[in-house]
C-alpha cells in the first residue's frame, strides 16, 4: 500500500501529525500498535490537558477524544494493533508492520515518528534486591486503575516526584490505599509546589526530598524497601506491599537509530530541524519521543508542525541553510537543535536550576523574560533566527530554589476537582473515568469516593453523560470523561 505520508504512533503528537497532513490533501496511514488511538492520554484520567491548545482544562481521555473524532471525519488509514518492525530508507520510505492480521507492507514519501517514550524501570535506577511481585511503573500501576479497575497493592511506596509519582500518590489515596511515602532523589520536587499541595499535601503524604530506594526485599511480594536519606547517609527499611517506580520516561527511538538519525544524548531523541526533521532526510519525528513534554498542548503542535515539515519535504521546499544552536551553561537541553530557514519558530527546551527573573539570552540579546523558570518545568517560546547569525542559547536571573508561595496558594484553595474511575456495565473495559464538573469541597473528597463506590453505569456512555447529579448537595454534577461503547 502506497501513501503520501505514514505517522508512526497514535498518541497526540501522531493523531496531530495526521490530521494536519491529511488537511493538507495527503494520503495518510496512521499506525499504532495498540487497540486504541490516545496513547498516554488513554490512562491519564486526571484534568490539566489542552489549557493552550483547547483553551479548556480537559482530562486526558477528553483530549484525545477530540483528536480521534476530527480523525474520524478525515480520510486518514488507521492501522490498529499494528507495531513498526522495521523501515528501510530510500527515495519511498519502506515499512513491516507486525499487526494482528499478518505482516503488512506500507511506503510512503515522508514518515513522521511519533512513538512516544517509555518509562524507566527499577534496574535503570540502580535498585536492587528481590525480583518479587508488587513492583510496577507509574504507566502500569494507570493502567490497572484507570482502564481496568484493579488495585495494584494497598500500602505503597513511591519512586519519583514528577507529574506520574504525584498523580499515582493522590489516586492511591483517594482509593484508600496507605501511601506510606514519596521518594525524591532531588532536593527539590519534580513537578511544580501547586501539584504537590493537591497531590501529596491534601492527603498528608510524606514527601522525602534528598533520599532514594536502595533495595527492595520480599518473597512472594513486597514486603519492605530499604530507603537512604542522601544527606546524612542513614538507612532505613520501609514496611510496603506494592513499590511504584516513577522515575521518567525515556524517548522511544529504537527504529530512528537503526536508519542512522543522529542522536542528542541530552534529550534522549533525535535531533530535529524547526521542521521537526530528523538527519535522515525525509524522517520527521515529533511529541515525546524528540524531548519528554510537560503539556500535551506542545506535542500536539509539535505533531502540526512536522507534518508542515512534510509537506515542505515532498514539495521540495525544505530550507537548506543549516546551522546549530548551541547551549549556553544554564541550559539543560532544547528543541530544534539546528534551524533550516527563516522563519520563526517554536523552542522547547529546559534550564538547570531555578531562577527568578529568568531571562533567555540568544546571541547576548534578551528575547524572552520569565518571572520564574524552574528545572522541572519546560520552557516554550517563538523566536526568529536570521541566516548569518551564529547562535548560542543561554539563560539568567537570580538563583532560587523556594517555589513554595505556589503550593502554599494551591494548599489554601480549599475545592478539588474530583477524578476516580467507576465500573462499566457490559463496556469495552471494565471502568469509565469520570470528575466532577466542577470542584467540590476538598475536605468531602473521601465521602464523595464512598459515595462512588456504590455506583455502576451501564454501556455505552458518552463524555459529559451525568452518573451522579449534585453529589452529596455540593452543587456539582459527576461526568462521564471517557467514551465507553458496548461490548
Ligand atoms: C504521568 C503523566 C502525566 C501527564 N500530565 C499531563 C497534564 O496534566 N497535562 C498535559 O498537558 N500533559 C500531561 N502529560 C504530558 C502528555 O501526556 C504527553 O506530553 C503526551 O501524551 C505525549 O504524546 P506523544 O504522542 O508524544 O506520546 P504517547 O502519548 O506516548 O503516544 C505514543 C504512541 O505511539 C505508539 N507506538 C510506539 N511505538 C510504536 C511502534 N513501533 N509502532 C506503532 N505504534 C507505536 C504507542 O502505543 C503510543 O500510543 C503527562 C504525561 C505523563 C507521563
Request: aromatic share 8%; charged share 30%.
Amino acid at each position: 500500500m502506497k501513501f503520501d505520508i505514514v505517522v508512526v504512533g497514535g498518541g497526540p503528537a501522531g493523531m496531530a501529525a495526521a490530521l494536519k497532513s491529511s488537511e493538507f490533501g495527503y494520503r495518510v496511514a496512521l499506525v499504532e500498535s495498540s487497540e486504541r488511538l490516545g496513547g498516554i492520554l488513554l490512562r491519564s484520567i486526571h484534568t490539566g490537558f489542552g489549557l493552550h491548545y483547547f483553551k479548556e482544562n480537559l482530562t486526558g481521555g477528553e483530549f484525545s477524544d477530540r483528536l480521534v473524532r476530527k480523525i474520524e471525519k478525515e480520510n486518514i488509514e488507521i492501522f490498529l494493533n499494528s507495531y513498526l518492525e522495521k523501515i528501510e530508507n530510500g527515495r519511498n520510505k519502506k515499512m513491516k508492520l507486525t499487526t494482528s492480521e499478518g505482516i503488512k507492507e506500507i511506503e510512503a514519501q515522508a514518515v513522521i515518528f511519533a512513538t512516544g517514550a517509555r518509562e524507566k524501570n527499577r534496574f535503570e535506577i540502580g535498585i536492587l534486591g528481590d525480583r518479587t511481585s508488587g513492583i510496577y511503573t507509574a504507566g502500569e500501576a494507570q493502567a490497572m486503575m484507570d482502564l481496568y479497575g484493579i488495585l495494584p497493592g494497598e500500602r505503597i511506596l513511591i519512586v519519583g516526584s514528577g507529574d506520574a509519582g504525584l498523580i499515582m500518590a493522590r489516586r492511591f489515596a483517594l482509593e484508600g490505599c496507605e501511601v506510606v511515602g514519596v521518594v525524591e532523589i532531588l532536593p527539590h520536587p519534580g513537578w511544580s509546589m501547586r501539584n504537590v499541595a493537591q497531590c501529596l499535601y491534601d492527603f498528608d503524604i510524606p514527601l522525602l526530598l534528598e533520599h532514594r530506594v536502595v533495595e527492595i526485599r520480599g518473597r512472594k511480594r513486597v514486603e519492605k524497601a530499604l530507603v537512604e536519606n542522601l544527606r546524612t547517609g542513614e538507612r532505613r527499611w520501609v514496611e510496603c506491599d506494592t513499590v511504584i517506580i516513577a522515575a521518567g520516561l525515556i524517548p522511544k527511538v529504537k527504529k530512528l537509530k537503526k536508519i542512522g538519525a543522529e542522536m542528542d544524548e541530552k534529550t534522549g531523541g533525535p535531533i530535529v530541524d524547526e521542521y521537526f526533521q530528523t538527519s535522515v532526510s525525509g524522517i520527521f519525528a515529533a511529541g515525546n519521543c524528540v524531548m519528554i513534554n510537560d503539556l500535551v498542548d506542545y506535542a500536539v503542535e509539535q505533531g502540526e508542525t512536522a507534518a508542515r515539515g512534510a509537506d515542505l519535504y515532498i514539495r521540495k521546499l525544505i530550507p537548506k541553510n543549516m546551522r546549530e544552536i548551541i547551549a549556553g551553561k544554564y541550559i539543560r537541553y532544547f528543541i530544534p537543535q539546528r534551524v533550516v530557514g527563516d522563519e520563526p519558530f517554536f523552542l522547547y527546551g529546559r534550564i538547570k536550576k531555578e531562577i527568578r527573573d529568568a531571562k533567555i539570552i540568544l546571541n547576548g540579546n534578551v528575547i524572552h523574560g520569565i518571572p520564574m523558570a524552574r528545572a522541572s518545568e519546560m520552557f516554550r517560546f517563538k523566536i526568529r533566527i536570521k541566516i548569518e547569525n551564529p547562535t548560542i542559547l543561554e539563560a539568567e536571573g537570580e538563583d532560587y530554589t523556594k517555589s513554595e508561595e505556589y503550593g502554599k496558594e494551591e494548599y489554601l484553595n480549599l475545592k478539588r476537582t474530583l477524578i476516580t474511575v467507576v465500573p462499566c456495565r457490559n463496556g469495552d473495559l471494565p471502568v469509565v473515568s469520570v470528575k466532577t464538573d466542577k470542584p467540590i469541597p476538598k475536605k468531602l473528597l473521601r465521602d464523595a469516593m464512598r459515595f462512588l463506590s456504590e455506583v455502576e453505569v451501564e454501556a455505552p456512555k458518552e463524555i459529559g453523560d451525568i452518573v451522579v447529579k449534585n453529589i452529596l448537595n455540593t452543587g456539582a454534577d459527576v461526568v462521564i470523561t471517557r467514551r465507553c461503547s458496548k461490548l
